[in-house]
């Protein structure tokens, strides 16, 4: 055993990976900086939408930039598209999320939907470097699509140690 630790050691591969799990729970309120979105009739809405926000990462402000995907059939059907988190001191994490977004039966539109779906992380950067893991997503939008909606990511993301 002794001769496979030093092996291990001279290669760089430790016998095991020493890594650290965290967990961090996300709030942010996401307004929609751009959109591309199309309808057809039957109440069908599809494009993407740029949102963007603020959150608070430990002790730290920090942005959220979303990208979604989405195809709704009155206000109701999948998104998807990438998140990131970036801190205040340059620190960011990447996520992948795929959701689906209710809207109440009998209304119409994209207004007063709830959502929910799973989050992977991509990746990160300074003390997040290597981060890997997954998560959950929740959230609600009181009004139409494109307008405010408060979204919360519960994420475990392990960490290689350093």
């Known amino acids: 055993t002794?001769?496979?630790?030093?092996?291990?050691?001279?290669?760089?591969?430790?016998a095991h990976a020493a890594s650290t799990a965290k967990t961090l729970t996300l709030k942010a309120a996401l307004t929609s900086f751009g959109t591309v979105l199309d309808t057809l009739p039957g109440d069908v809405t599809y494009g993407w939408n740029d949102l963007r926000g603020s959150t608070q990462w430990g002790k730290q402000d920090a942005s959220?930039?979303?990208?979604?995907?989405?195809n709704y059939v009155s206000g109701t059907g999948p998104f998807s598209g990438p998140v990131t988190i970036t801190r205040a001191d340059g620190t960011k994490l990447a996520l992948s999320v795929n959701a689906l977004a209710t809207t109440p039966s009998g209304l119409s539109g994209t207004a007063y939907a709830t959502?929910?779906?799973t989050v992977s992380i991509i990746g990160g950067s300074g003390a997040?470097?290597?981060?890997?893991?997954?998560?959950?997503l929740k959230g609600y939008r009181k009004a139409a699509l494109g307008r405010p909606a408060r979204f919360t990511f519960a994420l475990t993301v392990t960490v290689p140690r350093r």
Request: charged share 5%; proline share 3%.
């Open 2 to 14: 002794a001769a496979l630790a030093a092996a291990a050691l001279l290669s760089g591969s430790p």
């Open 64 to 70: 959220v930039r979303f990208l979604a995907s989405v």
């Open 115 to 117: 959502f929910r779906g």
């Open 128 to 136: 997040y470097a290597g981060a890997m893991g997954t998560g959950t």
